[in-house]
């Protein structure tokens, strides 16, 4: 028998009618069986966390919710081999990089939010009017209400948890809808908030699929206040349109076809390393990485010499694909890039390992070159451990070729010379551009996308203004 997850609905677990089975990516077999929440129960769900924003959780200072993301935090890592166990059985990912970035993040969302509140300032105006009248206005920060939030697979509880924290954080009750692949370290996380003392109903998990299911109930819902999403560009198109006829504040993190910008000067081994990181970590799913590189021409063959090398020696310790349809997705891009004149200088196939994992979803990592900027492959979104490297010649082609895409998540510039990754950062169409390394996270800084990468920024006081809104009080002195 293996374990049923079910939504955790006004601080009680509860059963959906239809279950649907949690995979385990590395060997195919079920983990876990869940039970998806109906219509029904996603209205119980927000009138659970409406009731707890209109007790004793809207009553809470900044102090008492602050000492309560501390608490979470604790909670999880009291639990912290748990986490990783649940995370790695749903996403199949080493349990080496669960250990090190999934679920340390997770902690440290919590804790991060619960000093940015206390410390979060708002505007105060002494105003004087031509007329000789005065007074002072001052904002003051109120939470929303009820916040449905709803994530992907990739990184589902670093993702689930850099939402629920900020919210929570400004005194709003939230709804989550975590991906249908990966339901377990959300349903863990209501476990850890009975442990940290958090009233029922500000913390609630409907399970299910988009359409026609537990993410199209809540994104339609009229008693939503605000909608988080983190996925994929098409899906944020389907949620604004259900969410628009109640409108509301709506905050997207969407898909990526991020650049890697890499000049001769750059110091090969730390690029090489950089690089290994954003085109493979977490085989290839992560937003921010990198799926098109361009190299200055005077280092382009031993760049990809190198890369080559770094992704062969890296392969069999890669962790699968989501699933057998992502892999499906992937598999035809390397299918397509053959077809669109692509050289494959590595990769390009399915591994075969003798053992379970031939059950899994598995695919080799690849390094693509010889593609025209037009390829459907140099533009759309892989999402797997596949890059394609181009050379240009000058600091201009480079730039241009870079910000060609209609996405605009996250950027990196590989040099040594200062002065020229400045120049370059400016000009980065992307909402991040890192110099010299890659994923190296402040979490307080501004995180979002242009274009189709998304609409708003989280990160410290940005995710603050999302969850909260500012109330102007004018007083006559
Ligand atoms: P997805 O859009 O398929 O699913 C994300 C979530 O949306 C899931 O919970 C899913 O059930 C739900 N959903 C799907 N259709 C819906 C609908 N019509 N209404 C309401 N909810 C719906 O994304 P995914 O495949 O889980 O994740 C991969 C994608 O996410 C990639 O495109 C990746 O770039 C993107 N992503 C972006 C960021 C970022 O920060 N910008 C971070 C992680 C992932
Ligand atoms: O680091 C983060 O805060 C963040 N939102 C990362 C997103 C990664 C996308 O897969």
């Known amino acids: 028998m293996v374990p049923q997850l079910d939504s955790f609905i006004g601080g009680r677990f509860r059963r959906g009618p239809r279950a649907f089975p949690d995979i385990h990516p590395v060997d195919g077999s079920t983990v876990a069986c869940v039970t998806e929440a109906t219509a029904d129960m996603v209205d119980e769900a927000v009138s659970a966390a409406r009731g707890a924003v209109a007790g004793d959780w809207g009553r809470t200072t900044v102090r008492e919710r602050a000492a309560a993301l501390h608490r979470i935090a604790d909670a999880i890592e009291a639990r912290f081999d748990e986490f990783v166990a649940r995370e790695v059985a749903d996403t199949g990912k080493p349990v080496a990089l669960a250990s090190r970035l999934d679920v340390p993040r997770a902690a440290a969302n919590f804790r991060i939010f619960?000093?940015?509140?206390?410390?979060?300032?708002?505007?105060?105006?002494?105003?004087?009017?031509?007329?000789?009248?005065?007074?002072?206005?001052?904002?003051?920060?109120?939470?929303?209400?009820?916040?449905?939030?709803?994530?992907?697979?990739?990184?589902?509880?670093?993702?689930?948890?850099?939402?629920?924290?900020?919210?929570?954080?400004?005194g709003n009750a939230v709804v989550v809808k975590p991906s249908e692949e990966t339901p377990w370290t959300a349903t863990l996380l209501a476990d850890a908030m009975r442990t940290a003392g958090i009233p029922d109903g500000v913390y609630n998990v409907v399970h299910g699929f988009g359409p026609g299911s537990a993410g199209e109930f809540l994104s339609s819902h009229p008693e939503i206040d605000a909608i988080t999403f983190t996925g994929e560009t098409r899906t944020g198109a389907a949620i604004m349109a259900a969410a628009a006829s109640t409108v509301k504040p709506l905050s997207f993190e969407l898909g990526g076809k991020n650049a890697a910008v890499v000049f001769a000067d750059?110091?090969?081994?730390?690029?090489?390393?950089?690089?290994?990181?954003?085109v493979f970590l977490n085989t290839g799913q992560v937003c921010l990485c990198a799926e098109r590189v361009y190299v200055e021409r005077a280092v382009f063959e031993h760049i990809v010499g190198a890369l080559?090398?770094?992704?062969?020696?890296?392969?069999?310790?890669?962790?699968?694909?989501?699933?057998?349809?992502?892999?499906?997705?992937?598999l035809s891009y390397y299918r397509l890039a053959r077809e669109e004149g692509a050289c494959v200088e590595t990769g390009g196939g399915v591994p075969q390992f003798g053992d379970r994992r031939d059950n899994g979803f598995f695919v080799e990592p690849t390094i693509l070159t010889g593609l025209p900027e037009s390829a459907r492959c140099v533009k759309e979104e892989i999402f797997g451990p596949v890059c394609h490297i181009a050379p240009f010649d000058s600091e201009d082609e480079a730039i241009a070729k870079a910000n060609d895409t209609l996405y605009g998540l996250a950027a990196s510039i590989w040099?040594?010379?200062?002065?020229?990754?400045?120049?370059?950062?400016?000009?980065?169409?992307?909402?991040?551009?890192?110099?010299?390394?890659?994923?190296?996270?402040?979490?307080?800084?501004?995180?979002?996308?242009?274009?189709?990468?998304?609409?708003?920024?989280?990160?410290?006081?940005?995710s603050l203004n999302f969850y909260s809104a500012l109330n102007n009080v004018c007083v006559k002195l």
């Open 415 to 462: 040099t040594s010379d200062l002065k020229r990754a400045h120049r370059v950062a400016a000009q980065m169409r992307a909402g991040i551009t890192w110099v010299n390394c890659w994923f190296l996270r402040d979490l307080r800084t501004p995180f979002g996308g242009v274009g189709l990468s998304g609409i708003g920024r989280e990160g410290g006081l940005h």
């Open 308 to 330: 080559k090398e770094r992704a062969e020696a890296l392969a069999p310790n890669l962790g699968p694909l989501i699933s057998a349809q992502h892999r499906e997705k992937v």
């Open 114 to 170: 619960a000093d940015v509140i206390k410390t979060a300032c708002v505007e105060s105006f002494h105003t004087e009017m031509p007329d000789g009248r005065a007074a002072l206005n001052y904002a003051v920060r109120k939470p929303l209400g009820v916040v449905g939030i709803i994530t992907p697979w990739n990184l589902p509880l670093l993702l689930l948890t850099w939402k629920v924290a900020p919210a929570l954080a400004c």
């Open 266 to 278: 750059c110091d090969f081994d730390e690029t090489i390393d950089g690089l290994a990181d954003a």
